[in-house]
Structures are given as structure tokens and as C-alpha cells.
């Protein structure tokens, strides 16, 4: 896909998500992690400003983990941290840790896609070309995304204008819009029934077509066709009731939530019910 055609995508992503606040931080997870390396990630606060802005590299840095099981496999769990998340969080809180010990047939491919990526419209063509393509080329043939918050939305954007590259989506509490359009989703009778304001301005026209995206999977025609989607999210995060809009058109089994904010207590808990329901292959 070319740059100028995911600039035009991306071009009206809300200001929100294109500011220089954003976190200056190693651009790799390291292959083993210190204890020293640990809780130096821990001291980083999860968000907030007063950062150099992060660099974004060609290629994208990444980090392999292998699964449990004996011998290789062919499923890959890549995952795409949030605005104000390092990489590193996703070892620390446990995510990869969780599917070891389920003896998950899956290798595990931590993405470092920051916002640097979202603001210069180049994170789809990164994710492509320096993470889902080569995954394929070294055999993989089952890629699931696994995105929380605006990393959320990356994968979301990802199978959107890259339609099966992936086998399956989860996303746990998706950054989706802002609330302004996403209460026009909600006053025209929820997504299953809301239809597209023609007109709208660049950030609207963002969102408009997202949500557009997204409402395919009211259809069961047309959802059957796409990589199955997992949604998770805490009752008290600051995206519940936009999660919900979309929980709402997918199989209840699909669906989850749990007590807590925009925060690791909450998705912890999400994550590890969820590896619960997810069709991934385990070791023999």
C-alpha cells in the first residue's frame, strides 16, 4: 500500500493522538530482562507529558519470544502497546507469561508501534512491512493482533485496509474516536442501526469511516469473512460506553469485561480470560 494512500487513511486522526507528548524510552525490549531492567520499567510513570518525543526507526523494532512448546510452530501472537505504554509492560504485567504457562502453540512478537508511528501516518505501512510480512515469509500461517488502547486501533486499522492478513483481532479497551462522533454512533440507534454523516470534516471523516468499518460486523455475512474479533474492557475505563457500541454487534462470547479503569489491573484480569476463549493451538 503506498504512503501517500495511508497518509490520506490517517490524515484525520484527532489532534489527541498527534501531539508531541509521548515518552522517551528504550526502542527495544531487551531479550532478557534484568531485575534492574524491571523495575526501571515500573518506575516509568504510564503516561503523561514532559518526554522527548520517542524516534520512530526503519524497521520498526521488535521482540521475539518463543512459545512453551517443544519444536516450531506456525501461529504468531504479535502485540501493539498503547500511547503510553513501553513494550516492556506487556513482559512485566504478565501477557507473555500467561500463554507460556497455558502451553499456547504460539511464538509471541512484541511490536514497539508508538504513537511516533500514528503521528507520521507511517504505522500501517511499518506493521505490514516490518512485522506481518515477514511473519509470513518465515512460515507463520496464523497472525493474530493483539492491541490495547491505540494499539487497539492499530490493529483495528490494519485489517481494514490490509484485509486478510490476520487471522483473528483482539483489542482491549480500543481507542475508537472521539466522543463527539461517538455520540452521533449512539443517538442514531447504536452502531447496528447508525448511518454515516456525508460531510463530515477531516477528524469526522477519520471516524466515519472506522466506525463504518466496524459496523460490517453487525452483518453476519459479513463478519463470518473477517478474522473474528475479541473485545474486552473494564466497566469504569474512560472508553467503556464506546466499547460497548461495539460489543454490542458481536457474539456475547466475544465480549468481556471486568471491574476496573484504563489501566494494567484491569487488563490482566481481561487477558487472562480471554487466552481462555481464544482459538489458539496448544503444545501436543
Not at 512491512?129 to 511473519?135: E, R, S
Not at 463470518?224 to 472508553?239: C, I, K, S
Request: charged share 15%; with cysteine; aromatic share 8%.
Amino acid at each position: 500500500m503506498s504512503r501517500p494512500f495511508l497518509r490520506y487513511h490517517l490524515a484525520g486522526l484527532p489532534r489527541a493522538l498527534v501531539g508531541a507528548c509521548a515518552r522517551a524510552a528504550p526502542r527495544l525490549v531487551p531479550r532478557a530482562l534484568s531485575r534492574a531492567a524491571l523495575l526501571l520499567a515500573a518506575l516509568l510513570p504510564l503516561a503523561g507529558c514532559g518526554f522527548l518525543p520517542r524516534p520512530t526507526t526503519v524497521p520498526m523494532p521488535t521482540q521475539l519470544e518463543p512459545s512453551a512448546c517443544a519444536g516450531p510452530v506456525q501461529t504468531l501472537v504479535v502485540f501493539l502497546p498503547g500511547a503510553g505504554s513501553l513494550p516492556v509492560e506487556f513482559v512485566r504485567e504478565g501477557f507473555l507469561r500467561e500463554m507460556q504457562e497455558r502451553r499456547i502453540a504460539a511464538d509471541m512478537l512484541i511490536a514497539d508501534a508508538h504513537r511516533g508511528y500514528y503521528n507520521q501516518r507511517s504505522v500501517l505501512e511499518r506493521l505490514e512491512a516490518d512485522v506481518i510480512a515477514p511473519a509470513r515469509s518465515r512460515g507463520y500461517r496464523s497472525i493474530w493482533l493483539v492491541g490495547i488502547s491505540l494499539g487497539g486501533l492499530g490493529a483495528l486499522l490494519h485489517e481494514e485496509n490490509m484485509p486478510g492478513r490476520v487471522q483473528g483481532l483482539v483489542v482491549i479497551a480500543p481507542y475508537l474516536g472521539e466522543q463527539g462522533f461517538i455520540d452521533g454512533v449512539k443517538d442514531g440507534g447504536g452502531l447496528a442501526a447508525w448511518r454515516a454523516p456525508s460531510g463530515a470534516s477531516p477528524e469526522g471523516a477519520f471516524e466515519a469511516r472506522l466506525w463504518r468499518w466496524l459496523q460490517g460486523y453487525a452483518t453476519p455475512a459479513t463478519a463470518q469473512a473477517r478474522p473474528p474479533l475479541y473485545l474486552g474492557y473494564g466497566t469504569a475505563d474512560r472508553f467503556a460506553a464506546t466499547n460497548a457500541l461495539l460489543g454490542a454487534v458481536l457474539p456475547p462470547g466475544q465480549v468481556f469485561t471486568t471491574a476496573g479503569g484504563h489501566d494494567w489491573n484491569a487488563w490482566r484480569p481481561l487477558w487472562r480470560e480471554m487466552l481462555g476463549v481464544i482459538p489458539l493451538p496448544h503444545c501436543r
